[in-house]
């Protein structure tokens, strides 16, 4: 008898402490019944190692100055690749010409690095040199130098028969340790951006053209000049003009103008004129000489946006084209062709708006209208080039050539005024601004995003560069989670736990009785 009362006693016991865990874990998976998430703790009881979780990206919240309105990016800040791990160095670049050279000249500048007490060993330079490129033909120009005593010195010199098509060539400088990332990437320590070589192009030129007031269906006279610069005669130049030009809808219209060619040098051959485009081939220009080509042409519908482009042809071989800054064409009224506002612009106040792109800038001064044209080709390619030595791979990019005329000429405002543009078709909105100054230096730009516009304020026009960067990573996760409420693994083990104990009870208790 005494014996089953101590077995009862050690059955209840057994179950209170059984119970008591099951209480204990219940507690600590926050199951109270309802369907609120569980509060994660350290648990009770010592657990299997987990395998280490990945970082988790930050969130849009994190306070990232890129998000923010005010945030500046200066061309320091572009690709800094900011790494407390990173040695503290700098890049001083010295020797480039301040003033423009020209073929047969040498080029030669030194970068130097401030490495403050750091082991060099291995540490080279990423030299992208635009005018290299051309001299070579190619592309691109992309050269290792390794350091030497902490410095790298570049020398080169132009040919003396070499045609310079450009009146300047960027050059960009990345230091590297000669080490790569995990995405085998060069391992970055500093860049220097938008360092430029002027030059003294082989053939200036000077365009002559109406660009204020057009009309369809009237004549204007078009004459371009080419001076030559360098000491031997260029031989076998030809030209193309040509119109782009665009329609109401901002889009390339089919209607093509008239082209007339009314004076051309001795012993050079138009091959075209009429519809379409003029061509005049078997131009020699002099050493030091210079030659005009002039005409007409005449445009037979309206457009809001266009250039008259003359391309420059040498052995048959495309080098560079002549351009006007743009204009437009409005409709004939049958007077003298005058218009009182610059056609495909819309102007209330102080504020104008383009037709073609939508951009708008406001705090314009009295009689001053906006003109948002495209760029060159060679522009654009130049352009492109600085936004991929400055930020890689891009998603998209455009370029609008924005200006302000007065009484037909380019001016700049003379207080800082608002300008908005509409987001691109298939353009994110993880977005950045470039402005091209008058070195040809892209500046980045404050820039407000908001309802499909982007918003900023200009203190003066000439090329700004909308950079479109792809949508942002999703913020991911990797924490482990607590267990669900109804999560049966853990309470398994308790009920496991408490069968083992009863189970031994139970034998120790017959063994006691048998015996």
Known sequence: MKTRKLLALLLVLVMSLTMGGLTAFADESGDDGTDNPPVTTEPTEPTEPTEPTEP??????????????????????????????KPDVSMVVTGIPETPVKAGDTISYTVEVEANGADTTGWYVLIRDALKAEINNSESYEEKVELSDNKVTVTYSIPKDFYISSAQYHISFVLTDGKQDEYGNDNILAQEFSKSINTKKTLENSIDFQLK????????????????????????????????????????????????????????????????????????????????????????????????HFDEIINGEFISQASTTGFSVGASTGGNGNTSQQPGTETSGNTA????????????????????????????????????????????IKIFDISLLKDGKEVQPGTPVKVTMPIPEGFSTNLKLYHQNTKGVLEAVNISVKDSNVSFEAKS??????????????????????????????????????????????????????G
């Not at 990232?64 to 800094?80: A, L, N, R």
């Not at 948002?372 to 080039?385: D, G, H, N, W």
């Not at 109804?486 to 009863?502: E, K, N, Q, R």
């Open 213 to 308: 007031g057009l009309v369809t269906g009237t004549e204007y006279p078009f004459s371009i000049t080419w001076t030559n610069t360098v000491d031997y005669d260029i031989k076998d130049f030809a030209t193309s003009i040509w119109t782009e030009i665009y329609d109401k809808q901002g889009e390339a219209y089919g209607a093509k103008p008239t082209y007339k060619i009314t004076k051309y040098p001795e012993g050079a051959k138009v091959v075209k004129q009429g519809e379409g485009s003029a061509e005049v081939e078997n131009i020699t220009i002099p050493k030091g000489g210079n030659v005009t080509v002039s005409g007409t042409v005449s445009y037979p519908a309206e457009g809001i946006s266009a250039q008259l």
């Open 461 to 514: 026009f000439s090329p700004y560069v909308l950079v479109d960067m792809g949508a942002k990573a999703a913020n991911t996760s990797t924490n482990v989670k607590s267990p669900k409420t109804g999560d049966t693994s853990s309470m398994m083990l308790y009920l496991m736990l408490a069968l083992a104990a009863m189970g031994s009870i139970g034998f120790a208790a017959k063994r006691r009785m048998n």
């Open 353 to 396: 708006k383009d037709k073609a792109t939508g951009i708008t800038v406001s705090g314009l001064e009295a009689g001053v209208e906006l003109s948002v044209k495209s760029v060159t080709k060679e522009q654009q390619t130049a352009i492109e080039k600085q936004v991929q030595n400055l930020l890689g791979n891009t998603k998209g």
């Open 56 to 85: 988790t990206e930050p969130s849009d919240e994190s306070g990232d100055p890129e998000d923010s309105e005010d945030f500046d990016e200066t061309e320091d800040s572009i690709g800094s690749g900011e790494n407390t791990e």
